[in-house]
Each structure stands twice: as structure tokens, then as C-alpha cells.
């Protein structure tokens, strides 16, 4: 919501500028999520918790930046001429479920001429994000926003049968057409207003257009009421209809403010409009709410929010919020009467809050229990949170159910004879699609990519950290955390540099680059395969003699089974594993003091070779002044000999003690060839 600093102005007088209004207030937990620059007139973005609702109503907002100050709030004066006419002749109202509407209320203003509202309204309600309409239905919605009560206007002359007002629940199966020009069904779990035949307004919704107020309107009837907050929720949901009157009653409004918000909405119409106000208002008001008396203990205070507080400073907190405070004989204990505006002071704690919001959350000492030990992260932890945050640099976390169906299995073609098949059941599932703890990852983040790309959501790239449970001998089964990776489409476009399509290549060098953060420095990729991935493009990723994971293309027939028709690469990673391969990183390197070397290799390998072998090889041979080897051609087809590959590789040579010279390097490079030919049955070029 949208709050225009010029007329909060208009209810209490601060000196501040709008950015130090925002940050006071979100200090005192009504949260400012900017502060935008409207033609002049700075706009706060309210961002509410659901129980201070009540600061949806500018009049109470300003109540918190007077308390905040330590000024007064300006209420507006409402002064009514009223006719000689008597409401009671012109109105009856009737509840027949005061469950569900606790409070109705009802004025008459005729002779009314329909016309745009002024200029200074029509900016006050396009800077709070409404559309004006005309200066009887803008009326209702400037009030709305200045009083958190929402009024509606009926067009009188519209209203068929003996002008009465009836609010019960609807029939089912009942039609009626609201302002937006929707037909609703309705059932009989909502709340109508109707005039004795037939639905004019859902209550607390929407009015309907057999009574709007149009050009030809001369006579208003208003309405002010009070509308159950769980009903009103309930019939905005069921029929995928949200107002700013929905959205207040939801929250709860103020039952005692309805007159108030009447009244003042019957001066303003007769001021803009030129009506006359009937005399008298239609209240009926079933079970009269008393404002709330809670205790409150000065000595409790201290003791919840660790501070040193006299009972005159709590006091003092409280009266600043327009509470009004009683002493008892002993002092110790205060009687605190909070206003029907503020439903969400209920019991002792709700006031302290209040007295440490108003005191200064950042003036609370921060202490340690006493006799607390400070804890802190295991190295497995930090570890746990390092990767998550690296890898969430590059692509979004996921969070899906450990819980999944063993059809899953069957979908991402595990044989018969996987360990992984043998699933924990779950002795009351949810549901069939929930009936067994999950053996790995893979079914889970393809069932993310699948709802993605069936809302048309195209580059895809997720991760998820969570644990799978294998059964085993013992009672509980075995817990493994993992990390799997799935990515789907290509990079972004940019102005800069043309998309980067996410194949293997790409999700094996997101793997590559996490491990260099890990500080794991021995991990190989080698041609395998796996259930579910597809033959010739899936590699087993090994550190040392243990295998840590599997990265591949997801075979086409496990896409079929999740209705994707886009490539996915996916990766699975065994956390425990990795960890115990990492070696502590090295957060600052020097610069070499001498100069680097480079000398470039190119030869013919066996097709079936991978580079990995022919890299280790070079690292092997070249010994320590060996630095970086980097491959930077790979070629094959017209001009290669069949069954071999062209790749070309740069080594640089690098040496603390001095500047290395050929007859250093000459050595070392014949070895490497002659190393590549014995062992690889490479050729050079």
C-alpha cells in the first residue's frame, strides 16, 4: 500500500523528511519497504505484518508517528447540517446472521449532484493506488483509506421492495452481478446485503451494479458495517475476488470507529456533492463490544526484555500510543485499556511489545544467559553452508519432499535390482504420492523442472541440498546428504555476449569451479554410465579411488516420463564425500616474481582417450615447475586420422628461484611427448 506523506501530514505534524519517517517507523516494526517520489509528494510502500492491520487507516498510522514524536494526532472535525427529514423513514435495516455481521450502520444523503471529485482528492487517491471515479464513490474510498473502515454508497432509488436493508447468507446457487461486471454464484457460506428481494452487495466485497451510483443519482444511501474477518476471507477466496474492502475486513476493523467513519464520509459527500443529510443514523448493533482491559506488570517488562525501565517511562510508552493507563494501590501492576482500533493487544506480552517498540529495539542490551556456552558451526556445517552458498551464486535452491511415490522408481529406469528401490514406506501417508522416503534426488528436482516448463518458464537451473534415506541393517535407515543439480535451456541474453546453452559441458564446469571453492583438487570425470542418464554422455565423478557422484544428459525416455521436452543435465553429488576430499583453501596467492614460460603442444590422441588422462600425464611428468596446463583446441574429422582427435594444449612453466631458460624446459616437454606416446599412443603433430 501506498501512504502519502502530504496528507498523513494533514493528521500530525513531524518534522522529519519521508527517509527518516520510513526508517523510524520500520524500527518500530511497521515496515517501510521504500520511499518513491510521486510529483512532488513522497510515497511510503507500507509492507504490514497481518496483526497491525489497523495501519492500513492513515488516521492510525498517524498515531504511531505521534507516538514515535511525541506530538498529538489531528482528527479531523466532522460537522453535519442535517435536514428535517427522519432516517426511519427512509431506511430499515434487519441482520439475520449477527454472526457474521456484528455491526450495521446507515445514512441517507439526497440531493446530490454527481460530478468528479476535486483535484486535491482525485491526487490523494491516484497517489494510494485508486482510481477516482466520482465524488460520492471517491468520498467512501478516501475515507476507506483515512479511517481503515470501508463504506459503500447504493444508488436509493435503485433499491426495489419497501427500502430495507437485510443482511443474511446467501442461497445457494444465488446470482448476482458485482461492480466489475462478473456474474458470481454464491453459497450459502457468504454474506450478502440485499434490499428485502434480491442481493445488492457481497458483504465487505463488492457492491453489485443493480444499485452503483451512476450520473443520474440524486439520493445515496451509506453504508458503514462490520463483517466477520474469517468469512470475509473465506467467500473473497472461494470466489477469486480481492478488494481493498476485503483486504481490511480480513484483518479486522474497528467496530467502534463504524459511526465515525459514517459520519465523516456524510460531511465530506455534502461539502463535494451538495446533498442534504438526513436526520439521524440506522445503528444496529446487537452485542455492544467494551474496549479491552488487560494488566500489565512493570516488573514483568523488565524481565522479558532485559532492561532497566521505570514504571513512570512504561507509563509514559503506553500514553504515547493513546492507551489509556491506570495505577493500582501498590504499583505494581498496571491496568491498561486498550482502544477497539488495536484487536491485536490481547494479553500482557502484546503491551510489552508496544513498550519495546516505542522504547527502541536497538536501545535493548544484547546479553547472554547467564551460564550460556556460545556455540557454533561444526567444519561438516561450514562446509554444508559454503557449498549451498556457492552454488547458489550461479542458479536457485529448491526444497522438495522427502517423501515420494515409488512409481518414481520406475521413471527414472532404475532396474529391478537397485539398492534404491528398497525404500522406507511410510506407515500414513499423506497421499499414494507420498508413500515412500526418497532414495535420491533426481525424480524431485525433474518433477520441478517439469511444472516449470509447463508454466512457460524456459531457462531452468536448480539445486537442491537434501538428505536420502537408504535402508540397511539397522533400525533407522542410513541418511545421506546430497546435492543435486539440474539445468535446462541457456544463459540469458545480453547485449554483451551471445547465450550459453547449459549442456554438459557447461553443468561439468559449474561442478569444476565448485570444487576449486571447496579446495577439492583431486576430483577426475570419466566416461560411465547410470540409470536414468543417457549412454555417451553421462561421467562418473571419482575422488582418488572414491566415487563422489554422477553428472550427465537425463536419458530421453526419463524425460518423457516427466513430460519434458527440453534436454535436462543433472548432477548428484554425495556431500560427506566431498568433504572428506577438501582441503582448506588458500585465500591469497603471489604473484610469481619471475616470468612465466609457455610453450604449446599439439597431438593426435585416441578418440577414445579422455583429456583428463592426457592432462594428469603432462601434470605427472612436468613436476613442480609445471604451473597451469590449459587445452585450447580440440578438432576432429577431414585432416585427422581416423580414430584419433586433434587437441592442442598450452603449458606454463613457472619457478621461484629465477627465470627458467630452455635448457630447463627443453627436458621436461621430451618427457611429456614421450610419456603421451608410451602410455596414451599419442601422436605428435
Known amino acids: 500500500m501506498g501512504v502519502s506523506t502530504n496528507w498523513l501530514k494533514k493528521y500530525v505534524d513531524y518534522t522529519w523528511s519521508a527517509e527518516e519517517l520510513a526508517h523510524a517507523l520500520t524500527m518500530a516494526g511497521i515496515a517501510i519497504e521504500g520511499v518513491d517520489d510521486v510529483d512532488g509528494d513522497k510515497i511510503l510502500d507500507l509492507d504490514l505484518t497481518p496483526n497491525r492491520g489497523d495501519c492500513l487507516g492513515l488516521i492510525n498510522l498517524a498515531r504511531e508517528v505521534a507516538a514515535l514524536t511525541g506530538t498529538r494526532v489531528i482528527l479531523p472535525e466532522i460537522k453535519i447540517r442535517e435536514s428535517a427529514d427522519d432516517i426511519n423513514s427512509y431506511i430499515r435495516v434487519k441482520i439475520k446472521d449477527p454472526d457474521l455481521c456484528r ?156 459511526i465515525f467513519a459514517l459520519d465523516r464520509a456524510a460531511q465530506l459527500i455534502q461539502e463535494l456533492a451538495g446533498g442534504e443529510v438526513v436526520s439521524g443514523v440506522c445503528d ?32 509514559d510508552y503506553l ?19 486498550a482502544p477497539t482500533y488495536r484487536p491485536d493487544l490481547q494479553i500482557e506480552e502484546d503491551l510489552i511489545e508496544e513498550v519495546a517498540r516505542l522504547h527502541g529495539y536497538n536501545l535493548i542490551p544484547s546479553q547472554l544467559p547467564g551460564g550460556a556456552s556460545t556455540g557454533g558451526l561444526t567444519p561438516y556445517q561450514a562446509f554444508q553452508v559454503r557449498t549451498r552458498n556457492t552454488i547458489a551464486s550461479s542458479m536457485k535452491e529448491v526444497i522438495n ?67 536420502v534415506f537408504i535402508p540397511g541393517q539397522e533400525k533407522l535407515p542410513s541418511e545421506i546428504l546430497k546435492l543435486g543439480v539440474a539445468v535446462s535451456g541457456q544463459s540469458d541474453i545480453n547485449w554483451k555476449v551471445s547465450p550459453v546453452e547449459w549442456d554438459f559441458f557447461y553443468l561439468k564446469g559449474v561442478v569444476e569451479d565448485l570444487f576449486q571453492q571447496l579446495g577439492i583438487r583431486n576430483a577426475r570425470f570419466e566416461a560411465g554410465t547410470a540409470p536414468g542418464f543417457h549412454p555417451g554422455r553421462t561421467a562418473v565423478i571419482s575422488c582418488g ?83 597451469d596446463v590449459l587445452i585450447f583446441d580440440l578438432f576432429t574429422g577431414e585432416g585427422v586420422a581416423q580414430g584419433f582427435k586433434s587437441m592442442a594444449f598450452r603449458l606454463t612453466f613457472r619457478s621461484d628461484e629465477g627465470t627458467l631458460i630452455d635448457e630447463q624446459i627443453n627436458p621436461v616437454m621430451e618427457e611429456i611427448i614421450e610419456q603421451l606416446e608410451e602410455k596414451l599412443a599419442a601422436k605428435l603433430r
Not at 320 to 333: F, I, Q
Not at 430 to 449: A, D, K, W, Y
Open 284 to 315: 444496529i448493533y446487537p452485542h455492544p463490544q467494551s474496549p479491552l482491559t488487560i494488566s500489565l506488570r512493570p516488573k514483568r517488562v523488565n524481565e522479558l526484555l532485559g532492561t532497566n525501565l521505570s514504571t513512570d517511562d512504561i507509563i
Open 545 to 627: 579411488e572414491e566415487e563422489v557422484g554422477i553428472l550427465g544428459e537425463v536419458h530421453p525416455q526419463v524425460l518423457e516420463n516427466f513430460d519434458i521436452r527440453n534436454r535436462v543435465i543433472f548432477t548428484e553429488l554425495e556431500l560427506e564425500k566431498l568433504y572428506n576430499h577438501a582441503t582448506p583453501r588458500v585465500m591469497t596467492e603471489s604473484i610469481g616474481r619471475f616470468p612465466a614460460i609457455e610453450r604449446d603442444l599439439a597431438v593426435l590422441l585416441p578418440i577414445e582417450v579422455p583429456a583428463s588422462k592426457a592432462v594428469d600425464t603432462m601434470r605427472r611428468v612436468g613436476g613442480p615447475f609445471l604451473h
Open 103 to 258: 455491526r450495521y450502520a446507515a445514512r441517507v444523503v439526497k440531493n446530490v449532484k454527481i460530478a468528479p471529485s476535486p483535484e486535491w482528492m482525485q491526487e490523494a487517491l491516484i497517489h494510494s493506488g485508486i482510481r477516482p471515479i466520482n465524488n460520492v464513490v471517491d468520498v467512501t474510498n478516501y475515507v476507506m483509506l483515512e479511517t481503515n473502515q470501508p463504506l459503500h454508497a447504493f444508488d436509493y432509488s435503485l433499491l426495489e421492495g419497501d427500502k430495507r436493508i437485510v443482511v443474511r447468507r446467501a442461497m445457494d446457487g444465488e446470482q448476482f452481478t458485482t461492480l466489475d461486471d462478473v456474474e458470481r454464484h454464491l453459497g450459502s457460506s457468504m454474506l450478502v446485503i440485499t434490499d428485502g428481494t434480491r442481493p445488492v452487495a457481497l458483504a465487505g466485497i463488492m457492491g453489485g451494479q443493480n444499485t452503483e451510483i451512476s450520473e443520474t443519482t440524486t439520493t445515496v444511501l451509506l453504508e458503514s458495517a462490520n463483517f466477520d474477518p474469517v468469512n470475509t476471507r473465506r467467500t473473497s477466496r472461494q470466489l477469486a475476488l480481492r478488494s481493498d474492502s476485503s483486504i481490511r475486513f480480513e484483518k479486522g476493523v474497528d467496530i467502534n470507529g463504524t
Open 401 to 467: 519432499y522427502s517423501f515420494i511415490n515409488k512409481e518414481m522408481f520406475d521413471h527414472v529406469m532404475l532396474p529391478d535390482d537397485d539398492y534404491r528401490r528398497n525404500a522406507l514406506a511410510i506407515a500414513n501417508p499423506l497421499s499414494e504420492e507420498q508413500g515412500v522416503m526418497r532414495t535420491l534426488l533426481m525424480p524431485g528436482l525433474l518433477n520441478t523442472i517439469s511444472r516449470n516448463l509447463a508454466r512457460r518458464n524456459q531457462n531452468l537451473a536448480f539445486f537442491e541440498m537434501g538428505s
Open 319 to 337: 500514553q504515547r500510543l493513546s492507551l489509556e493507563v491506570k495505577k493500582s494501590e501498590t504499583n505494581d501492576t498496571l491496568q491498561v485499556v
